[in-house]
């Protein structure tokens, strides 16, 4: 079901996790959103880039975390680089939603084009559940139907996310036909006012 | 006369809105598109997939810059694995789609945001949007300029708008008049160390105050350049008579009476009087320092002349600073003037045009750099490094033990080169992150003035000191 994941949390808890940490450049070897999973946090996932000798105590490579659906992080989360090959690599290696008190702006615009739920939760909030994810195998429920982050046998955390975005996610709008099929008038008056007040643009 | 006062923003956006949606989004003309090889030929593969074609091929670009090959030469078009394919594919998308692109062996060649102030794609008063996050460096002409994702761009394409939710405004205001030596780079470092990377999160941000109203054109670019390192949805500056000259007979400029009708738009681009912005942030540049970075956050930056900061404040900010002192092996208390360094680097799209280089130059002139250092200039586009050999300075970079390269974004990311992996690298760059300059490098981001002296010095240097 759209806008709906569940599964284990994995807490990456630093703060100004960069879209480079997420995928290096590097690990962009194919002109194809597919198949990026594997370079996926490379810097931090692997000891040694070219055998891809995996570094134990990284959160992906433990044996809890190995199935994560879910990312818990730091406070602005996917900042720097523009590429969406960030969430490319995210949905590949499986995670479906990320929860943190602050994300880069292009990153979580790139996350609504991509169907993954990218959650803000108060900084306070996201550590309490971080340190528990840490503790203990952390089963969650992002529900953006709900707009809500369930966990068994505890209150459900409510969040918000920007209508549009929400909507993108649970209905897998195409924003291009949308636009085209909504606006195509609007577009058409624009420009041809603009010819006559910006000619020279 | 206009009943209530605007700001920069409010009058750039009220521009190009085409319509208000009922989600609280508004629907925003784009006047120009300018894609890359390295995200852009997706969007263009992807449109036509689908059956889609570009509203308006003639407002669309696309340039090689982020993978190619720096070395003098090019002997390998990329140093980048897979890259070859990403070249190839660029070639093809941008012929079907018929736009026009700038080749690694046009003459215009250069990284995306210097190239479209030069040839007059980007200029004040249009909207330009690129799926790169430094796009908002053309704010500087006052342009209405962001980056975006690949899909962001395919909707660009086929609809000549994007879907934008309105974001805030703010003005940081630039109070004193700083020190001669500090620079646009300087300034931009100081307000993201001071307000957070962070801290433009969801605004449109003017700069303004005495200091931004005595920059060039190319400082203003420099300083709108990091406006995504403050976390702003974009940055910029209103455009004044230096703008309109710099960017008046440019390939894609308007002429004869189109120009005046631009000019006299373009004169109206600034902030009315008593107009009111969401949020006002203000800096001191009263004595301050060249600024250099310490940590891995464009945020963990300090005066050159300062010591590596204890860390503080609440607990998640104090961990990140642990972590950063960490990788960057250093310790609180370590003066930063005294690290030596390995490597030196003058590039980029926030520092490597014309008046950069002349400042790296004036520094490295009659001087050699340390012994041991690695030291590359890698200027920003094929026009600014033509420019430049039209004065000598090549021959000044050469002299002094740097390597003189062909144009591309390069080093800012261990793209067209070796890397810096494992060495400690002063670097006119704009992002310091972990691994960003090859597996393991340590990045110092300061001007190109700073990165000059450190390179003679061996060590962080404050140029002053160099006389």
């Not at chain 2, 540049?285 to 404040?313: F, K, L």
Request: hydrophobic share 40%; proline share 5%; aromatic share 6%.
């Amino acid at each position: 079901m759209r806008g709906v994941v569940s599964g284990v949390a994995a807490p990456l808890m630093r703060r100004n996790v960069d879209t480079d940490a997420i995928i290096p450049s590097r690990e962009m070897k194919r002109v194809s959103r597919e198949g990026l999973g594997e370079g996926l946090f490379a810097n931090w996932r692997y000891t040694d880039l070219a055998t891809r000798e995996e570094a134990p105590d990284f959160v992906l490579n433990r044996a809890r975390y190995r199935q994560a659906k879910i990312l818990i992080s730091g406070d602005n989360f996917g900042c720097g680089s523009s590429r969406e090959h960030a969430v490319w690599a995210l949905a590949d290696w499986g995670i479906g939603a990320i929860i943190a008190p602050g994300f880069g702006e292009i990153f979580q615009a790139n996350c609504a084009q991509n169907g993954i739920v990218a959650v803000v939760l108060p900084e306070e909030q996201v550590d309490a559940i971080g340190a528990e994810a840490e503790r203990r195998e952390l089963r969650l429920t992002v529900d953006l139907g709900a707009c809500e982050v369930q966990r068994v046998g505890d209150r459900a955390l409510p969040f918000s996310m920007k209508p549009r975005e929400r909507e993108m996610i649970l209905k897998g709008l195409d924003p291009i036909a949308l636009t085209l099929s909504e606006h195509a008038a609007a577009i058409e008056a624009f420009e041809k006012s603009d010819r006559t007040a910006r000619p020279w643009a | 006369m206009s009943a209530v006062p605007r700001t920069l923003f409010e009058k750039l956006w009220a521009a190009h809105e085409v319509a208000q949606t009922d989600d609280g989004q508004s629907l925003i003309a784009i006047d120009r598109i300018f894609l890359h090889e390295r995200t852009g030929t997706l969007a263009l593969q992807a449109l036509e997939k689908a059956g889609r074609t570009i509203r308006h091929p003639e407002r669309a670009f696309c340039v090689m810059d982020h993978i190619v090959d720096t070395v003098p030469g090019r002997p390998g078009l990329t140093r980048m694995p897979g890259g070859a394919e990403f070249m190839t594919a660029t070639r093809e998308a941008a012929r079907e789609a018929g736009i026009r692109l700038f080749d690694i062996d046009d003459p215009n060649q250069g990284i995306v945001h210097v190239i479209s102030p030069e040839l007059g794609i980007a200029l004040p008063g249009l909207t330009l949007v690129c799926p790169d996050s430094h796009t908002c460096t053309v704010g500087g002409l006052g342009a209405l300029a962001w980056g975006i994702g690949t899909t962001q761009a395919e909707h660009a394409l086929a609809t000549g708008t994007l879907r934008v939710e309105k974001p805030l405004s703010m003005r940081v205001n630039f109070a004193g008049r700083p020190d001669p030596a500090v620079t646009a780079k300087d300034l931009i470092l100081a307000v993201i160390a001071k307000h957070s990377a962070t801290g433009g999160l969801g605004c449109a941000v003017e700069f303004a105050g005495e200091a931004i109203d005595a920059l060039g054109v190319e400082g203003r670019m420099t300083l709108c350049n990091m406006a995504i390192e403050f976390g702003a949805w974009t940055g910029m500056v209103a455009p004044n008579q230096d703008v309109f000259e710099y960017v008046s007979g440019r390939e894609f400029s308007p002429r004869g009476a189109l120009w005046d009708e631009a000019l006299a738009a373009w004169r109206g681009l600034k902030t009315d009087e008593g107009a009111e912005f969401d949020r006002e942030l203000e800096l001191d540049c009263e004595g301050m320092a060249p600024q250099v970075s310490w940590g891995t956050s464009p945020e963990h930056s300090i005066g050159v002349d300062a010591q590596v900061p204890e860390p503080s404040g609440e607990a998640g900010r104090r961990e990140a600073m642990r972590r950063a002192l960490d990788y960057m092996d250093l310790a609180p208390g370590q003066k930063m003037d005294e690290l030596e360094i390995g490597a030196a680097f003058i590039g980029s799209c926030t520092n490597a045009r014309l008046s950069d280089l002349r400042a790296a130059a004036k520094l490295l002139d009659g001087r050699r750099v340390a012994e041991g250092v690695k030291a590359i200039c890698v200027p920003g586009s094929m026009t600014v490094r033509a420019a430049a050999e039209a004065e000598g300075l090549h021959r000044v970079f050469e002299n002094a033990g740097f390597e003189w390269h062909e144009s591309g974004c390069s080093m800012c990311f261990y793209a067209g080169g070796d890397g810096f992996g494992g060495m400690r690298a002063v670097s006119s760059t704009n992002r310091n992150f972990e691994n960003r300059q090859g597996p393991g490098a340590r990045t110092h981001l300061a001007s190109p003035a700073t990165v000059a002296a450190s390179a003679v010095a061996g060590r962080l240097t404050d140029p002053r000191k160099l006389g």
